[in-house]
């Protein structure tokens, strides 16, 4: 009996003790794990303090170079403000001692050193400034003595243990940091440069390389950061005090080192570019902030893993010592099968295999419940339907496998934004349903239906797949309450295709004229499919001017639509929604062919030089085929290439970049020309002015129909006018009314005007006969 009790000891005690050891291990690593990861969300809290001090002493910093340029009571009070907010942030930012545990060994001692004796040198440069001892240029050295290691702790968020979500975030704000700081150079040294009373070269040259750098920094942190990041600085730069600095920056880089701008103050480049430095201050806090968050979020989760590695462990250890237990447990588990079994036959009935959330029968019986509950107690309801878009495409492409795959990543997203007090389920295939009953979230359903479009923005990757996945949703808001769930979810389905249309936004709350406006839209699709096949289109073509000369130099091809019932409909209407439905493919490619010909003919009729602009939308652009399309129009007209000009807007250029890009150099491979219609109003960056091989700008017309009123126009349209000519490009202006516009065009630098000053759109016979009347316009 002792040694069957001895073989029991060993058969329970050598297992226990490899796992024990093994255990002990696992628990070990992952502590360490656990300790790197509350590491760096401690470095990012403080990386967060800093921010405030790196931000005065930059600050104060630019005032403090724009006071010895200008030596004025403005910069003298901005100064002094400054430099009490340094003050503050300084002494907070030395009484934190934690932020020496960030350094080891001879690199604290550096640090320490260098900050204090940074922190006394500042008040001996302060000194030197009141006394005006010193070079715009000189005093921004004490500055960097404080900023630089300042900067560089605030950027060595460690790496051990970061997701690649956490690295991408960590990489753009290094970046984003570097970016600022160089934002605040230009500011000093621009405010140097403008309140000099004479040009200094080194100044402007110091200016340039930190505009320069600045750019890059720019486009290392658009390559680094995450795509919302990316949005936010972008819509950052679309802020009017930006525009204002590009501008200006601009007209400083354009005129040289041997003139300053006029109208441009110190103080005013200071106003306008301190507060772009704000907006990228405000950028980095919330980037910090998202790192202080993700990084909390991976600590937490650490902690998790680890308290689930002990319950496992515990676990494991009362099994080994249960092992006399066998056949108890045996019963236990044939139990707790059958039990299972029941419940997965039942969940299976009400559930969707796949995603495992509620279906379409179990969600309908759900909402008709919610729906009575509503409308009995006077409580608010609200239906979003969710559908992914081109999911079909997905599936035939990929495989179902893959599909599958995506819509259970999808569904976990959803599941996780909405929150345990959300009724979600899987409508369809491919579309998903979310109530909310009484819930304060429906207080802006707007921004709700955002945060569900959001979690779709992140590329799905699957394998060695990445899949990035659209969608449209559908809103129903009660009250008013429907009779039942299914016409709920009519409404629903009428709000989801209202959605598809609105490709800015991509959702659409339902109101009883969206069914009104549903028929509307088959209608209009019917109509153009009709007009299509029975050439109801017809181009009308309105003449550009030589502003030197008054000759006319190419037409513009313009489509317009007469319904039989309706009368002329505008382009603004029919064109969004020829768009939307795809025939804008068959439409365009008819609009190229007609104007090509139509071309070719009046060149045959003794106007060899003449050219013809035809304009593109994004839908034509990107397709797959279409240069095979613009080559086979000039071969069937016999046009040669030179003569065709494509105009394209900004915002189609900036969709996809990448594929823009590469369509534009072969049509300009095929000796196409290219403009980009509407300069002014879009992005106007000339960054992908530079990138895109394009030949000319068109000023928008709103800008010259603005010019005898002076001001802001007047302002963008000299600077158009002069980012052109820097760059070589010919510029024609749109909506040129009267000789006053024409005649200050000309004295800048347009080439070629269009507009009612000479001719309305006509059709190709009034046009033709117009060209043969006129040998060309009076030039004012």
């Given amino acids: 009996m002792d040694r069957l009790w001895l073989r029991i000891a060993a058969t329970v005690a050598i297992p226990m003790t490899a796992f024990m050891i093994m255990a002990t291990i696992a628990l070990g690593e992952h502590h360490q794990r656990h300790e790197e990861r509350a590491r760096m969300v401690q470095v990012a809290q403080l990386a967060l303090d800093g921010k405030a001090l790196i931000h005065a002493l930059q600050a104060e910093r630019g005032s403090t170079v724009g006071y ?90 460690p790496d051990a243990g970061a997701t690649p979500g956490m690295l991408s975030l960590l990489a753009a704000y290094r970046s984003l940091l570097m970016l600022k700081e160089q934002a ?55 802020q009017p005090a930006h525009q204002e600095v590009m501008i200006a920056r601009a007209t400083i880089t354009l005129q040289g080192e041997t003139q300053k701008p006029a109208g441009l103050s110190g103080l005013r480049w200071f106003q306008m570019t301190s507060e772009r430095i704000d907006g990228l201050h405000q950028l980095e806090r919330a980037l910090v902030r998202d790192i202080l968050d993700t990084g909390t979020e991976i600590k937490a989760d650490s902690q998790r893993q680890w308290l689930n590695l002990l319950g496992i462990t ?89 599909a599958d795959e995506l819509l259970c990543r999808i569904s976990a997203r959803l ?52 899949i990035e996945v ?21 409404y629903l389905a009428f709000s989801v295709q209202n959605a598809k249309d609105d490709r800015l936004h991509r959702h659409s709350i339902f109101e009883p004229v969206i069914m009104s406006r549903h028929s509307e839209l088959l209608q209009m699709d019917r109509d153009l499919e009709w007009a299509l096949e029975h050439d109801e289109f017809e181009l009308y073509y309105q003449p550009k001017v030589d502003l030197a000369t008054g000759a006319i130099v190419s037409v513009e091809a313009l489509l317009r639509w007469h319904h039989p019932d309706r009368g002329a409909i505008p382009p603004n209407v029919f064109i969004p929604r020829a768009e939307a439905n795809g025939s804008i493919i068959p439409l365009g490619e008819q609009v190229l062919r007609k104007a090509c010909l139509q071309c070719q003919a009046w060149r045959e009729r003794g106007f060899e030089d003449l050219t013809m602009a035809v304009n593109l939308s994004a839908v034509q652009l990107y397709q797959a085929n279409f240069i095979e399309q613009v080559e ?18 900004e915002s189609c250029l900036m969709e996809d970049m990448e594929v823009a890009e590469r369509i534009l150099r072969s049509l300009c491979a095929l000796g196409v020309s290219l403009s980009v219609d509407d300069f002014g109003t879009g992005y106007s960056s ?21 010019l005898e ?61 117009l060209m043969q009347k006129r040998g060309g316009f009076d030039v004012p």
Avoid at 230 to 235: I, P
Avoid at 470 to 490: F, M, Q, R, T, W
Avoid at 634 to 644: I, V, Y
Wanted: charged share 25%; aromatic share 6%.
């Fill in 68 to 157: 010895l340029s200008a030596l004025d009571n403005d910069f003298r009070a901005i100064l002094d403000d400054h430099r009490d907010a340094t003050d503050q942030a300084l002494r907070r930012y030395q009484r934190d001692e934690a932020i020496y545990q960030l350094v080891t060994g001879a690199d604290l001692s550096a640090f320490r050193r260098q900050l204090e004796e940074g922190a006394a040198r500042l008040e001996t440069h302060r000194e030197r400034v009141d006394r005006h001892a010193l070079h715009p240029l000189e005093s921004t050295e004490s500055y960097g003595r404080l900023i630089d290691p300042l900067i560089l702790i605030a950027s060595s968020t």
């Fill in 184 to 238: 605040a150079r230009e500011r000093s040294l621009g405010s140097a440069w403008l309140v000099a009373r004479t040009p200094d070269p080194v100044i402007f040259r110091n200016y340039l390389q930190r505009v320069a750098i600045q750019e890059l920094q720019r486009s290392q942190f658009l390559k680094l950061a995450p795509e919302i990041y990316v949005d936010r600085l972008r819509g950052l730069e679309q």
């Fill in 314 to 402: 515990v676990a494991l250890l009362i099994l080994t010592l249960l092992l006399s237990m066998t056949v108890a447990r045996s019963l236990l588990l044939r139990h707790r099968q059958h039990a299972e079994a029941m419940h997965r036959i039942q969940f299976l009935a009400s559930h969707d295999a796949l995603t495992g959330l509620p279906n379409r029968d179990h969600f309908k019986e759900h909402l008709n419940q919610l729906l009575f509950l509503a409308r009995s107690e006077k409580r608010t309801l609200g239906v979003f339907l969710l559908d992914l878009e081109g999911f079909t495409d997905i599936n035939r492409i990929w495989g179902e496998s893959v």
């Fill in 415 to 466: 599941c996780k934004l909405m929150g345990p007090d959300a009724l979600m389920a899987r409508i369809y295939g491919d579309q998903f349903g979310v109530v909310f009953f009484d819930s304060s979230r429906l207080d802006n359903p707007e921004r709700l239906a955002a945060d569900l479009l959001g979690a779709l923005r992140p590329a799905v990757e699957i394998g060695p797949r990445r």
């Fill in 470 to 490: 659209k969608g449209n949703i559908g809103i129903v808001l009660c009250p008013p309450y429907p009779h039942d769930a299914s016409e709920l979810l009519a």
């Fill in 632 to 649: 086979r129009a000039l071969a069937d007209s016999g046009l040669p290439a030179d003569a065709l000009e494509l105009e394209l807007t």
């Fill in 686 to 706: 000339l960054a992908y002015l530079r990138r895109f091989p394009v030949s000319c700008l068109k000023l928008d017309q709103r800008f010259v129909k603005e």
């Fill in 709 to 769: 009123m002076g001001g802001e126009a007047e302002l963008i349209a000299g600077a158009v006018l002069a980012l052109a000519r820097s760059l070589s490009l010919t510029t024609v202006a749109e909506g040129v009314e009267n000789h006053y516009q024409a005649k200050w065009l000309r004295e800048r630098g347009c080439l070629q005007a269009q507009g009612y000053l000479y001719a309305r759109p006509m059709p190709a016979a009034e046009c033709l006969s």
